[in-house]
């Protein structure tokens, strides 16, 4: 057993401990990919995690653990950290279609999602899960490909936030913990990722009060397929910001925002796109329906 590379106990129901695990990273010092995935009982990582010098993948996606042991940022081979509770990943898996957006709303005023969604593989579902707190240094894990749900909201998000733009190499983010005070830093920074295809933004509206947004901005490209909006969304007016988007362009969930009023319009699109846009709002169920500018 000392050469397996592969251990996968996603959905293991006789009850995974703590002890258990430590055992398993003791015996098994081999491991490029360990998954503990929805082995509800585990709260913890040991710190003995760190002497897994070869792994590569680690998924606690649906554990009870909220904090990555220190010694993580010793495995320098690590690649993909997929984390958070199950309530937030049913949210997630939904939108893992990269050519799709789903909108989470960011500030009251105008969202500064702009400059991410310019690119055409950002994704922004809803949750509602505050992500695991990663520890000081993980900058150091320079192969990081996918890191997420981490929680962004706590007493060190200054040098988490450092931290993040140093990860050249993410291609999938997933973040907790973004709001009014911190949303601005956080794109600012992201905004150097150069490789970044997938941005996964969990909310918890009850916890950041995100529920009156008044004005959101999206930026669209020749790229983007679609943007999809989470059903709790309450924007007043939507600003759609065109560049040669195409006809086959789609945007769903409109019909579902109670507060919209206004959807402005701006820049290069397809009539063919104008149209659907109209026709889409038009199946809103507010009186009166939202108004097209």
């Given amino acids: 057993m000392k050469l397996l590379r592969v251990l996968d106990l996603e959905d293991v129901t006789s009850g995974v ?24 009982q585990i709260t913890r990582l040991p710190d003995s995690l760190g002497d897994l010098k070869q792994l590569q993948t680690l998924d606690i996606r649906g554990t ?17 950290i997929r984390a958070g509770m199950a309530k937030h990943h049913r949210a997630t898996e939904g939108a893992e279609n990269p050519s799709a957006v789903a909108v989470a709303p960011v500030s009251r005023t105008c969202a500064p999602l702009a400059s ?11 949750g509602s899960h505050s992500g695991v707190k990663v520890p000081t240094g993980i900058r150091k894990l320079s192969s990081l490909h996918t890191l997420g749900v981490i929680s962004i909201h706590s007493a060190g998000e200054d040098g988490i936030l450092e931290e993040l733009k140093t990860l050249t190499q993410l291609h999938k983010l997933g973040v907790s913990g973004i709001n009014r005070k911190n949303s601005e830093k956080f794109f600012s920074y992201i905004s150097r990722l150069v490789h970044l295809e997938s941005l996964n933004i969990a909310q918890n509206s009850a916890y950041y009060g995100w529920n009156s947004i ?29 560049c040669s988007v195409s006809s086959s362009l789609k945007f769903y969930g409109l019909q579902g925002m109670k507060r919209l009023r206004e959807v402005w319009l701006s820049g ?4 063919a796109f104008k149209q659907e846009l109209k026709s889409e709002l038009e199946k809103n169920e507010n009186e009166p329906k939202p108004i097209l500018k």
Avoid: W
């Fill in 17 to 40: 401990t703590n002890g258990d695990v430590e055992q398993m990273v003791k015996q098994l010092p081999r491991l490029k990919f360990l998954s503990l995935r929805k082995c509800k």
């Fill in 214 to 242: 008044h004005f959101l901005e999206i930026s669209c490209n020749s790229r983007l397929q679609a943007v999809r909006f989470g059903s709790d969304i309450e924007v007043e007016i939507l600003k759609i910001r065109c």
């Fill in 116 to 126: 991410c969604l310019s690119r055409s593989r950002i994704n922004l579902p809803i």
């Fill in 64 to 80: 009870s653990v909220i904090k990555l042991p220190k010694s993580v940022i010793k495995l320098e081979k690590l690649q993909y």
């Fill in 268 to 271: 290069s699109y397809d009539q």
